[in-house]
């Protein structure tokens, strides 16, 4: 049991303020994936895409430091969240238009997974070197995570079923998201060696990207239907 000291208190302050802050990105996948599903399920797959994750980050804990600065992982994963934004917004689009769910209970789970432990791993270091080594601290942290993601991917979802546009903003969120990434690659970052302003733009760019992709896609398929 770890001693009860001001300095714990501050840890613990520190990674409250961690989950709140990175959350976010993980709750707009999550409410963009189960955006089509039906109530029961919606439910259902937040819980169980958020509880999975969060056991999945445990075991992920322990090599975070050393993923995020392996050459190409974070390249491919930004180009997996790119991808994954652009078939959440088509299939939310999609299901919009013709009134039919674009993918299922388990896809939308698999879409929440493989998006969060993509995303997760800034996430995972920042906790990790907060609890300094102190084990129940870091599973404090890691588990926190799931109520802070589960409300907000519920509140999301329940806003996207009311404004659909802001679907499309989450899509350019996560384009954000994945630009960041593939700019923050070792490799990348190494040979363009950008300024600030320039990888903001182009973080703006991957937004934008997403959404273009998104509605060209959208019209073909509701053309070809």
């Known amino acids: 049991m770890p001693e009860f000291t001001p300095q714990l208190l501050i840890d613990i302050f520190t990674i ?22 039906t109530p029961k399920e919606r439910k259902l797959g937040i819980g169980i895409g958020a509880a999975v994750a969060v056991v999945l980050r445990i075991g992920l804990t322990f090599f975070a430091a050393q993923l995020l600065q392996t050459p190409w992982i974070k390249l491919a994963g930004g180009v997996l969240i790119f991808w994954i934004a652009v078939k959440l917004v088509t299939d939310a689009a999609e299901d919009e238009a013709t009134g039919h769910h ?14 969060d432990i993509t995303m997760s791993l800034d996430n995972i270091l920042a906790v990790a070197a907060t609890s300094k080594g ?10 926190l995570s799931i109520p802070f993601v589960i409300f907000t991917s519920t509140l999301l979802s329940r806003v996207m079923d009311r404004f659909p546009v802001v679907v499309w903003i989450g899509a350019a969120i ?22 600030p302003a320039v990888e903001y733009g ?3 760019a991957g937004a934008l990207a997403v959404v273009a992709a998104g509605k060209l896609l959208t019209r073909r398929r509701l053309g070809g239907l």
């Open 134 to 143: 102190n084990f129940a601290l870091l599973l404090f942290g890691l588990g």
């Open 102 to 115: 674009a993918h299922n209970f388990w896809s939308a789970v698999w879409y929440i997974l493989v998006a």
């Open 16 to 37: 409250v303020l961690i989950d709140l802050l990175l959350a976010g990105d993980n709750a707009v996948v999550i409410a963009m994936a189960v955006k089509t599903l």
């Open 174 to 195: 996560l384009g954000r998201v994945g630009a960041e990434m593939i700019m923050t690659d070792p490799v990348v970052h190494g040979a363009l060696h950008l300024s």
């Open 202 to 204: 182009i973080q703006a």
